[in-house]
T-cell receptor, first 108, second 116 residues
Framework: GIQVEQSPPDLILQEGANSTLRCNFS?????LQWFHQNPWGQLINLFY???GTKQNGRLSATTVATERYSLLYISSSQTTDSGVYFC??????????FGDGTTLTVKP | GAVVSQHPSWVICKSGTSVKIECRSL??????MFWYRQFPKQSLMLMAT?????????EQGVEKDKFLINHASLTLSTLTVTSAHPEDSSFYIC????????????FGEGSRLTVL
């Protein structure tokens, strides 16, 4: 099956710093999503981004489908950004495979 | 975005009992829903695809007789963990697939099951 690798696995930042999270996938995919899992386990939709670049406030994402990777940028990080960030790639009809996640800790 | 609600959020049960978890799409019709399982500090693992009006499709290694899935309406899918044992303790999360051109996954709040 398709392999989804996220890096780095863990990231510790000081508040205000910028960061880049990466998601590599091993095969062509229909779509790609980025999620933030909060401490209570809820998955928050960040981006639906099969290709191209999108921005939402301090967050932006870029997917280069031909090279099979996606990047999530977090600028001016805040403590509330802490949590686990997952990318999920859709193989077909919504069926998706998740990466192992990046655990982000933002210190005040 | 679309809203998916899951209930209960927490459940504790005795070994050998069955537990039902409900997943509802509140503002869209979900012909397809997905059930995931997540162990502490691990990723989400797809358990099964739930299709309205038909049998669920289970991923390899998932016991369909242990994890019964019913998708009787366009807004409700249920997961029943039958004869639960401590090793079934986990975080179970459902998602609805919503969108016309392609689609986007929207997740419920998750249900944390503890089997004593």
């Amino acid at each position: 099956g398709i392999q989804v690798e996220q890096s780095p696995p863990d990231l510790i930042l000081q508040e205000g710093a910028n960061s880049t999270l990466r998601c590599n996938f091993s095969d062509s995919v229909n779509n790609l999503q980025w999620f933030h899992q909060n401490p209570w386990g809820q998955l928050i939709n960040l981006f639906y981004i099969p290709s191209g670049t999108k921005q939402n406030g301090r967050l932006s994402a870029t997917t280069v489908a031909t090279e099979r990777y996606s990047l999530l940028y977090i600028s001016s990080s805040q403590t509330t950004d802490s949590g686990v960030y997952f990318c999920a790639v859709e193989i077909r009809a919504g069926k998706s495979t998740f990466g192992d996640g990046t655990t982000l800790t933002v210190k005040p | 975005g679309a809203v998916v609600s899951q209930h209960p959020s927490w459940v504790i049960c005795k070994s050998g009992t069955s537990v039902k978890i409900e997943c509802r799409s509140l503002d869209f019709q979900a012909t397809t829903m997905f059930w995931y399982r997540q162990f502490p500090k691990q990723s989400l693992m797809l358990m099964a695809t739930s299709n309205e009006g038909s049998k669920a499709t289970y991923e390899q290694g998932v016991e369909k007789d242990k994890f019964l899935i019913n998708h009787a309406s366009l807004t409700l899918s249920t997961l029943t963990v039958t004869s639960a044992h401590p090793e079934d303790s986990s975080f179970y999360i459902c998602s609805g697939w919503y969108g016309s051109n392609g689609g986007e996954l929207f997740f419920g709040e998750g249900s944390r099951l503890t089997v004593l």
